[in-house]
Nanobody, 119 residues
Framework: QVQMVESGGGLVQTGGSLRLSCAASGLTFSTYAMGWFRQAPGKERELVATISGGGFVKDYADSVKGRFTISRNNAKSTMLLQMNSLKPEDTAVYYC????????????WGQGTQVAVSS
């Protein structure tokens, strides 16, 4: 049974930092590309960042480029999202997700962790 568990969310002031973690189990982690998504109240879910199975290819939404960094540790089946220079518009529930390499659909999702940035 695949499980994806996010942690690290919280309340932070504008300009602050948070680091989100995603722990995966029940899958061969290195064979999955991973992504961080977020959804703010009343808005559609947004892809924030992605990372390839080997961790060498990373991509970011324009809104977070230069502020967020995605990384993974395949030996530990974990993924991180380091978020710096946070803005109120970063407030959302953040989800990690896994996609089989070579496919476009994310198969597995975590339950989400809340990030709130106060102005």
């Amino acid at each position: 049974q695949v499980q994806m568990v996010e942690s690290g969310g919280g309340l932070v002031q504008t300009g602050g930092s948070l680091r989100l973690s995603c722990a995966a189990s029940g899958l061969t982690f290195s064979t999955y590309a991973m992504g961080w998504f977020r959804q703010a109240p009343g808005k559609e879910r947004e892809l924030v960042a992605t990372i390839s199975g080997g961790g060498f290819v990373k991509d970011y939404a324009d809104s977070v480029k230069g502020r967020f960094t995605i990384s993974r540790n395949n030996a530990k089946s974990t993924m991180l999202l380091q978020m710096n220079s946070l803005k109120p518009e970063d407030t959302a529930v953040y989800y990690c997700a896994a996609r089989s390499i070579g496919t476009t659909k994310y198969d597995y999702w975590g339950q989400g962790t809340q990030v709130a940035v106060s102005s």
